[in-house]
């Protein structure tokens, strides 16, 4: 089965609210990290984590390897997060990074 | 700087014919990955070299060279471009394998 399941796959949030996307992981994964897809169809960068939390502005992520998840919290939703977001963990056997399915959120006036 | 840069930004090829693309950045990094990203799908591993080696997806090992002649720049080729090449790839580079990743603006490959 795959990696890395990430849920959920859509989901649409009134602004203003908040909500979490999660990752789990079917192995030990090294280190993960959190993008969003821009309109151009890149990837920007909102966080890399080998351990613990970080947070910036409403955004808050979590990484536990040995319980094999993480989160990234999205707090007081306004209309340009929209997009689709992306999970990637360090898959420590293979030396690369797995990505999940990813999250299309929408946040609604 | 953390400035992966990606050329063409668009790039239109004729079934059969052959593609280059080529990545750069100028950090220092180890490790660059070439991804395929399709839509409604995840981005999709190709190849990735640490340093001098490189490292091809089993699945695509076939369809896809890549070579990396300085730490620098990195090419994806496409011998012989089929219809269903056509995507969306990224290319990427890290300190080490598991360092953070940066992505650069991709190229868009149209195959007609």
């Known amino acids: 089965g795959d990696q890395v399941e990430q849920s959920p796959s859509a989901l649409s949030l009134h602004e203003g609210t908040g909500s979490a996307l999660r990752c789990n992981f079917t192995?030990?994964?090294?280190?993960v990290q959190w993008f969003r897809k821009n309109s151009r169809g890149s990837l920007i960068n909102l966080f890399y984590l080998a351990s613990g939390t970080k947070e910036n502005g409403r955004l808050k992520s979590a990484f536990d390897s040995k319980e094999r998840y993480s989160t990234l919290h999205i707090r007081d939703a306004q209309l340009e997060d929209s997009g689709t977001y992306f999970c990637?963990?360090?898959?420590?056997?293979?030396?690369?990074?797995?990505f999940g399915a990813g999250t299309r959120l929408k946040v609604i006036a | 700087d953390t400035t992966v840069k990606q050329n063409p930004r668009y790039k239109l090829a004729r079934v059969g014919k052959p593609v280059n693309l080529i990545c750069s950045q100028t950090?220092?990094?180890?490790?660059m990955y070439w991804y395929q990203k399709k839509p409604n799908q995840a981005p999709k591993l190709l190849l990735f070299?640490?340093?001098?080696?490189?490292?091809r997806e089993a699945d695509t090992f076939e369809k896809f060279q890549s070579s990396r002649p300085n730490n620098s720049f990195c090419s994806l080729y496409i011998g012989s471009a089929g219809l269903e090449y056509s995507a969306m790839y990224l290319c990427?580079?890290?300190?080490?394998?598991?360092?953070?990743?940066?992505f650069g603006p991709g190229t868009r490959l149209t195959v007609l």
């Open positions: 070299y640490y340093d001098k080696i490189l490292n």
């Open positions: 950090m220092n990094h180890d490790t």
């Open positions: 192995t030990t994964m090294r280190a």
């Open positions: 990427a580079s890290s300190r080490d394998y598991y360092a953070e990743q940066f």
């Open positions: 990637a963990a360090g898959d420590t056997g293979n030396y690369k990074y797995v």
